[in-house]
């Protein structure tokens, strides 16, 4: 077959000087995203990766087939009790968005509502009251995000705020619940955040400033023309606001944070008129998060603490932090909820989640038991102050995602769902294992793995992110699946720069120690050859965002490791972002990534394993590269530059790069319109890996 004949961005040198070096940008007027020939190029190379991938249609369409096969076509999620109802969300067959719904809940019932029978398939429960069906506010949009949504603590109003072009940025309404019609109340381009007044007659939503920096808290009366009046406003470029209502419902919650540092403020939510109070005044390097209990605040805090402590401070005059939870090196505690007769913790472990819950008195504490020794248990929305249930949600490679209520008395795990997937899935067809790679230096790299009992071990995908302190946690996908059931091996790797070891696992990977996430990732791949997982070869890489720097990153270090690398919205231009304050996320990052601009040793590291920078003539595994035209985290024009720049200097690689023209940082919205987008990087993958498109196994 004749290879097609991929489209050539055109070259215009583009100067730049720092720290006495100068730099020739060709491809830095891709930079002009609202430029026609812009647009032109990625619609060119949009139509390019069609036609290459032109022979993998029948294979994408057998994907999307079990991808929904494997997915009820309606469901509904677990019940969650919140001031008298159960809330909860469901979805209808045909229908690509979910419709947010409730029932009344019965006085002193702390189950929730049988989710059997028709229900369990996704039907109505008796008494519901629809509160909003996303796919009418979407109506015919080809994107479309819910950004918030915020029930007052009596009931009766709801604030949504709704995206239909990607940027995060959200139009904020107010529907009166007890008839059903939209107020009058509009609060346009409101970012991600609100809380509401004890009486509900007050809302609190956050702005972002002209580079999408959320910066200013607003409080907005309802029903009022009267101009919303400024609350909290963040001068320093390197923090973010948020705001949120305490579980307890006594405080709003402000909260300014940077990659290391963070200041809470609180208004008591019963005078909600009043002026902020500070619960600890910021101090470099101190990072606290609070939550509301009776008469103190919780702090949960890393002041001599790298992995982080519990204390508590009076609620009505924030002061000294008396100590709860010791801090305990290796054991990184990474939030804590607040109930009026229990404490829950969530931590890190020897690279995996975990909870404890503290006796009442404080003097005690359990770890709750799981059943599996790879897994991963993450909080769900617990919305109640006064129970004795804690929601959360539990799932392994290999375990489907379940819901339990623990019961935070006796530690009884109370399993209330298990999502059903489809196509014949047994999980005893499968297999998971935690084994660990040894980096250059002699640091152990923990290394998650899937695969089929029954399948020869030939090729593989090695997954990682690998920043900003963010775990790349396991994880059960049905689409996945459609690999593993092909007998490609999945692994996760957890390199440095992520936080599953702690604080200090990021710190090992962040700033002039960046290099290190690369060379793990690279002894991950290694073991797993070594170990006998995959062939020699037969090994693709895969990365988003940050995770995709990374992947481009060992793009350059080892051409050759990898059958293919597949770079999802890739943050591959790293230092042309960090030397542009304009930017959105440029100046917060730079306690991730360092500031090239005032340090010319962060810009020649930064240099030396940037992606862009680094492309050289040699062939390189075949690339493809999504980005989103809409994106204000990794700007679609960095994949557009660093695949123009491959093409040029390695004519030789297949590269192609597929650009969702209606979406952003996430990609494309709505179930169906996702799964085709995974269906497309999945056939990809199994070509390049030249599996067979029935494969060894199914079900």
């Not at 972002?208 to 909290?232: E, N, Q």
């Not at 009776?294 to 932090?321: C, E, I, K």
């Not at 070594?530 to 988003?544: I, N, Q, S």
């Not at 192609?656 to 709505?670: A, D, F």
Request: proline share 8%; net charge neutral; with cysteine.
């Amino acid at each position: 077959m004749t290879r097609p004949v991929p489209p050539r961005a055109k070259q215009i040198a583009t100067q730049r000087t720092y720290h006495g070096d100068t730099v020739i940008d060709e491809y830095a007027w891709l930079q002009q995203r609202d430029n026609p020939d812009t647009i032109a190029y990625l619609r060119a190379e949009a139509d390019h990766a069609a036609t290459a991938t032109a022979h993998l249609a029948g294979l994408r369409d057998l994907l999307l087939d079990e991808f929904r096969s494997r997915t009820p076509p309606a469901e509904l999620t677990v019940p969650v009790l919140k001031d008298g109802y159960w809330y909860y969300n469901r979805t209808e067959a045909g229908r690509p968005y979910i419709l947010h719904c409730r029932v009344p809940a019965s006085a002193g019932v702390t189950v929730p509502p049988e989710v059997g029978g028709a229900a369990g398939a996704g039907g109505p429960l008796p008494g519901e009251e629809l509160l909003l069906d996303r796919n009418i506010l979407a109506a015919d949009s080809p994107y479309f995000n819910l950004g918030i949504f915020d029930v007052s603590p009596d009931g009766r109003m709801l604030a949504h705020g709704v995206d239909h072009t990607g940027d995060e940025r959200f139009a904020l309404r107010i529907k009166d619940l007890r008839s059903g019609t939209l107020l009058p109340d509009r609060m346009p381009d409101v970012s991600y955040g609100s809380a509401w007044s004890a009486d509900g007659t007050r809302l609190f939503y956050v702005t972002a400033d002209d580079t999408g920096r959320p910066y200013r808290v607003w409080r907005h009366t309802i029903g009022s023309s009267v101009g919303d009046r400024l609350v909290h406003e963040e001068p320093d470029r390197q923090f973010r606001l948020g705001v949120a209502l305490s579980r307890s419902r006594g405080f709003i919650v402000i909260t300014a944070r940077s990659r290391t540092t963070s200041e809470v403020h609180v208004i008591a939510a019963d005078r909600a008129d009043g002026p902020p109070v500070v619960v600890a005044p910021r101090r470099p390097g101190v990072d606290y998060t609070v939550d509301h209990q009776g008469d103190r605040f919780l702090v949960l805090h890393n002041a001599d603490a790298p992995d982080f402590a519990l204390a508590w401070t009076p609620a009505a005059a924030p002061g000294d932090w008396h100590p709860l939870v010791e801090h305990v090196p290796g054991v990184r505690l990474t939030q804590v909820y607040a109930f009026a007769r229990h404490t829950v913790l969530a931590l890190r472990r020897n690279g995996l989640t975990g909870l404890r819950v503290l006796s009442p008195d404080g003097t005690g504490s359990r770890d709750v038991v799981f059943p599996e020794p790879i897994h991963t248990v993450r909080p769900d929305r617990n919305l109640e102050y006064r129970t004795t249930l804690f929601r959360l949600r539990y799932a392994s490679l290999v375990t489907p995602e379940s819901v339990y209520d623990c019961d935070l008395g006796s530690g009884e795990l109370l399993l209330r769902r298990r999502t059903r997937v489809g196509g014949g899935f047994r999980p005893e067809h499968y297999e998971q294992h935690r084994e660990w790679a040894t980096a250059p230096d002699g640091v152990r790299v923990p290394v998650s793995i899937l695969a089929r009992r029954d399948t020869p071990r030939i090729s593989g995908v090695l997954y990682a992110y690998g920043a900003y302190q963010a775990p790349a946690d396991p994880w059960f996908s049905p689409t996945l699946l459609s690999l593993v059931d092909r007998g490609v091996v999945f692994a996760v790797a957890h390199p440095r720069g992520g936080g599953e070891l702690g604080r200090s696992w990021w710190d090992g990977g962040r700033l002039l120690a960046k290099k290190n996430t690369f060379t793990d990732f690279l002894a991950a791949a290694e073991h797993l050859t070594e170990a006998g997982w995959v062939a020699p070869g037969r090994l693709v890489a895969r990365g988003a965002s940050a995770g995709g720097l990374l992947v481009g990153a060992v793009a350059n270090l080892a051409p050759d490791r990898f059958a293919g690398i597949v770079a999802e919205v890739p943050f591959v231009d790293p230092l042309t972002t960090m030397l542009d304050p304009r930017r959105p996320l440029t100046v917060p990052d730079r306690e991730e990534w360092g500031d090239p601009i005032a340090d010319p040793d962060v810009y020649a590291y930064l240099k030396s394993y940037a992606p862009y920078d680094n492309v050289g003539e040699h062939r390189y595994p075949p690339i493809l590269a999504t980005a989103g035209l809409h994106d204000t985290r990794v700007a679609c024009h960095e994949p557009a530059k660093w695949v123009a720049r491959i093409r040029s200097l390695s004519p030789a690689t297949a590269v192609l790069l597929r650009t969702e023209m209606h979406g952003g940082h996430s990609g494309p919205s709505g179930r169906e319109r996702s799964w085709r987008a995974e269906a497309f990087i999945t056939a990809w993958i199994l070509d390049t890996l030249a599996v067979p498109a029935t494969g060894p196994a199914s079900g």
